[in-house]
C-alpha cells in the first residue's frame, strides 16, 4: 500500500455528499448483526435501574458509580437512535420513553438532571451534553414535547451556572440551537464554550488536555466542524485537519487506533506497541463520527478507507461475540480485557455509533448517489429504490438492483485504494474502472430495474509496521486485519512470539481465514501453516510477527 495524504487538505471536491434521512437505509449482514447484539444487550441485559437510573433518583454527595459518572445520557442518546432507524422496533421505543421520562422526572425546579446531592461533579456536564443531544434528537424526530422542554430547561440551567466546556457540550448547545433557533444558547456557544478557540487556546481552558487526549480533540473538531459547515467558517476544519495528518501520518495503527500508553491509554502516540491501554473504544467511534461528518465536505475516498479500517477491525473487536461485553481498549498485539461495568464512556459511546451506521452506507450529492460502504442493505427514497447484496468485507462481489422511475443522476461506486483491478457491469455493458482510491462514475436515467455487477478482488498482503513493529509483518486483505489466535494453532512451546511468518510463500484462503506459512523458532525451527484470523475476532492474540523474505510495502493509513 502506498503512503497517502487525503486530498480532503488540498483541492475542491467535485461532489459535496449529505446524508439521507434517518429511516431511510436497512441494513443487513455484518453490521446488522452488531445492530442486533447491541439492541439485545440493552433491552434484555442490562440492569438499567441499578447502573444508571437508581443514581438520578437517589443524588449522593459522593456517588457510588464508577468514576462518578454514568453514560446516562450516551446510553439514551443510543436508544434514540436505534429509534430514529427503526431499530429494536416497539420495544426499544417503549424503552425510550420510559427511561426517558423517569429521568426527567428526576429535573430539579432549576433544570439541573445530576447524580450528584449538592456540588457538581467533575463529568457533571459530560453526562449533560449527550442527554442534551438525545432529548433534542427524542424532539427532532419523535415530537415529544416534555423532551424539548427538558433540554431548554437544563441549558438555561448550564448557562445561569456559567458551565465550564467538557466533551459533547459543544454539539449539544449547536443541535439545541439549530433546533429552537434561541440566540442565548448560540451566544453561550461562541462566548461560554469558545467554538471560534484554536486548539491552542482550547488546551488552556479544558480540564483534559486536548492537545495529547484522542477522544477530546476528536469531540472538539466535530463540534468546529459543525458550526463551520453551517457558518461557512472553514478555517474551523484546521483541528480536523490536522486529525487527519496524524491518522494518516504515522498515529494510526494496523486496526485504526490512535491511542496508547503504559498507565493511561487515551493519548496519541506513535510508539506502536499495541499492548495494555491501546486503542480506546471511544477514539475509535469519534473517528467514525468526525469522517462520517468531513464526508460532507469533500468526496476523497480515503476517508471511508480509514472509516471502514477502524469499523471492521477496531470498533467491532470492541463487542463481544455474543454482544454481552465490551472493551475499553482494544489493543493490537495481545488480546485485551472485557470493561467491568456497563457504564462509563466507552461502552456507551460504542453503542451510539453502532445506530449511527446506516447514515454511512449510502451518501447523496446533487444529482449523484454514492455507494460508500458496501454492506448488505437497502436504500427506499423518493421513488428511488437501491438492493444491494454482498458479503463484503469479507468478499469484494458486489451486486446492485436500481429501481428507478425515471430520475438522471450519477452513481458513484467507491474504490478503495487496496483494490488495484475493479470491474463493473452495468445493466450487462463492461464499464471501464480505475485502480483505487477513487469513485466509478455511471452517469444515465435509472428506469425500471437495472442490475450493476461490481467486483473488488481482494488480495492477501503483508505489510510492515512502524516504530516499535519495525521489521514485523501484519496480514491484511481488503479492509481487513488477520491474526493469530493461539488456542487454535498447535504451537509447541505454547508461545506465538515464536512464531516467524515466511512472506514468499503463498498463503491459503480457508473458511475460518487463512493458513499463512510460518516457522516456530524452536530448536527443530519447526515449520508450520499458521491459522490467522479476523481481527475483530474476541480470541484474538497477536497482529504483528517477525517475518523472512522480501521488504514489504507499508500500511495504506501510515
Known amino acids: 500500500m502506498l503512503h497517502q495524504q487525503p486530498a480532503f487538505l488540498t483541492r475542491a471536491p467535485k461532489y459535496r455528499f449529505s446524508h439521507f434521512p434517518a429511516g431511510s437505509v436497512t441494513v443487513g449482514g455484518e453490521i446488522g448483526h452488531h445492530l442486533d447484539l447491541t ?17 438520578y433518583a437517589h443524588r449522593l454527595e459522593h456517588p457510588t458509580v464508577p468514576g462518578g459518572f454514568t453514560g446516562y445520557g450516551l446510553l439514551l442518546d443510543a436508544v434514540v437512535k436505534a429509534c430514529m432507524h427503526g431499530i429494536g422496533g416497539e420495544e426499544m421505543r417503549l424503552f425510550k420513553e420510559k427511561h426517558i421520562d423517569e429521568l426527567l422526572a428526576t429535573q430539579t425546579p432549576d433544570g439541573r438532571i445530576t447524580i450528584f446531592a449538592d456540588k457538581a461533579g467533575l463529568w457533571e456536564n459530560h453526562d449533560q451534553a449527550y442527554l442534551l443531544q438525545a432529548l433534542v434528537l427524542d424532539y427532532t424526530y419523535f415530537h415529544r414535547q416534555n423532551s424539548l422542554d427538558g433540554a431548554r430547561k437544563l441549558t438555561n440551567y448550564l448557562i445561569s451556572h456559567k458551565t465550564t466546556i467538557n466533551l459533547g457540550l459543544e454539539t449539544a448547545f449547536f443541535m439545541l440551537w439549530k433546533l429552537t433557533g434561541d440566540q442565548t444558547i448560540l451566544d453561550y456557544l461562541e462566548q461560554g464554550l469558545h467554538i471560534h478557540a484554536t486548539m491552542e487556546e482550547y488546551d488552556h481552558i479544558i480540564i483534559v488536555n486536548t492537545t495529547q487526549h484522542v477522544y477530546t480533540w476528536l469531540a472538539r473538531a466535530l463540534a468546529q466542524a459543525q458550526y463551520a459547515q453551517e457558518f461557512h467558517e472553514m478555517e474551523l476544519l484546521e483541528p480536523s485537519k490536522e486529525a487527519l495528518r496524524r491518522l494518516f501520518g504515522g498515529y494510526a495503527s494496523i486496526s485504526g487506533t490512535c491511542t496508547g500508553g503504559i498507565k493511561w491509554g487515551e493519548f496519541w502516540t506513535k510508539s506502536q506497541v499495541g ?4 486503542g480506546e473504544t471511544c477514539v475509535s467511534a469519534y473517528w467514525l463520527r468526525l469522517l462520517a461528518k468531513l464526508s460532507e465536505f469533500t468526496d476523497e475516498p480515503l476517508l471511508s478507507d480509514a472509516f471502514e479500517r477502524i469499523l471492521y477491525n477496531a470498533f ?17 498485539n495481545e488480546p485485551g480485557e472485557w470493561y467491568a461495568h456497563d457504564t462509563y464512556c466507552c461502552p456507551n459511546n460504542l453503542r451510539r455509533m453502532m445506530f449511527e451506521l446506516p447514515d454511512s452506507i449510502f451518501l447523496k450529492a446533487d444529482n449523484a448517489v454514492a455507494v ?31 429501481e428507478g422511475n425515471g430520475q438522471e443522476f450519477d452513481l458513484l461506486l467507491r474504490i478503495p485504494i487496496w483494490c488495484q483491478s475493479p470491474s463493473l457491469v452495468v445493466d450487462g455493458e463492461t464499464v471501464p474502472v480505475k485502480a483505487g482510491p477513487g469513485w466509478a ?18 488480495v492477501p498482503c503483508f505489510v510492515e509496521g512502524l516504530n516499535a513493529q519495525i521489521e514485523r509483518a501484519a496480514l491484511i486483505c481488503g479492509p481487513l486485519v488477520y491474526a493469530v489466535e493461539q488456542s487454535r494453532n498447535p504451537l509447541n512451546n505454547g508461545n506465538v512470539e ?27 525451527h519447526t515449520k508450520l501453516d499458521c491459522l490467522f484470523t479476523r481481527f475483530c475476532s474476541e480470541h484474538r492474540t497477536q497482529t504483528y510477527f517477525p517475518y523472512a523474505g522480501k521488504t514489504l510495502p507499508q500500511d495504506f493509513l501510515f
Request: charged share 20%; with cysteine.
Open 441 to 458: 462514475a455511471v452517469h444515465r436515467v435509472w428506469a425500471g430495474t437495472v442490475p450493476v455487477q461490481l467486483k473488488l478482488p481482494m
Open 275 to 278: 499492548l495494555g491501554q491501546w
Open 39 to 55: 439492541v439485545n444487550k440493552i433491552l434484555h441485559h442490562t440492569d438499567v435501574e441499578d447502573s444508571f437510573a437508581k443514581h
Open 498 to 524: 515464536a512464531l516467524t511468518i515466511q512472506t514468499e510463500q503463498p498463503v491459503v484462503r480457508t473458511d475460518e481465514g487463512f493458513r499463512v506459512p510460518c516457522i516456530i523458532e524452536d530448536c527443530y
Open 316 to 332: 467491532f473487536a470492541a463487542q463481544s461475540e455474543d454482544g454481552l461485553h465490551q472493551r475499553y481498549f482494544t489493543p493490537f
Open 372 to 402: 460508500n460502504l458496501y454492506h448488505e442493505a437497502t436504500l427506499n427514497q423518493d421513488g428511488l429504490r437501491i438492493q444491494m447484496h454482498t458479503a463484503y468485507p469479507q468478499d469484494g462481489n458486489v451486486s446492485l438492483e436500481i
